[in-house]
């Protein structure tokens, strides 16, 4: 294994380890699934701006495969809701490698990783979890019920996140930081 390789497997373990610490720091939990953490998702959408797509998704499954252990045993209902809501939606935090040469790379991969993932959930909570709609949500909005909470929570931490990446003393350590890493 080359010395770039290594490196971008340590990294990328020490920033899915961070992730999974911080999704257990809830600033606030929806009622059927769902919470604003303190900005685990940032976390795993770095190794894919530090490093590319293939190390962002594979770093980002790896991710999902933390989340669906965490908490997915008691929420099974098919194999398909299992990678919509925890497969799926949290490797999609791994596209952010797409924009990784991009100038404002980790903003839009970041934004762009979480839309896909609130998708997915949303998706899996039209196909699967509609039963937990609450009964005075109008019924000529049925569709939208889920896009409505899962978005809630994810764009919730999404802002969160954004505005802090958006300080320019973060945005200048974490490009400091993405060129110590993407040095050979």
């Excluded at 340590?10 to 809830?26: N, P, Q, R, T």
């Excluded at 490698?97 to 980790?106: D, H, R, V």
């Excluded at 903003?107 to 998706?123: D, E, F, P």
């Excluded at 009964?135 to 899962?150: C, Q, V």
């Amino acid at each position: 294994m080359n010395h770039m390789k290594l490196r971008a497997l340590c990294e990328g373990a020490v920033l899915v380890a961070v992730a999974e610490i911080l999704s257990f720091i809830k600033l606030w939990e929806m009622p059927w699934g769902g919470s604003i953490t303190l900005c685990s998702m940032l976390f795993v959408t770095m190794i894919g701006y530090w490093y590319g797509p293939k190390v962002g998704l594979t770093a980002a499954f790896a991710f999902s495969l933390l989340q669906f252990v965490q908490d997915g045993g008691s929420y099974i209902l098919s194999p398909l809701q299992a990678c919509l809501d925890y497969i799926f939606a949290f490797a999609a935090l791994g596209l952010s490698g797409f924009f990784n040469k991009q100038k404002n790379g980790l903003l839009k991969g970041y934004l762009v990783a979480i839309l896909v993932r609130g998708l997915c959930h949303s998706i899996g909570g039209y196909l699967y979890w509609m039963d937990y709609m609450p009964d005075n949500f109008p019924k000529s909005l049925t569709a939208i019920y889920p896009i409505a909470y899962n978005y809630a929570y994810i764009l919730g931490e999404g802002l969160i996140t954004v505005i802090i990446i958006m300080l320019p003393p973060v945005k200048k350590a974490i490009e400091k930081v993405k060129a110590m890493a993407v040095q050979a």
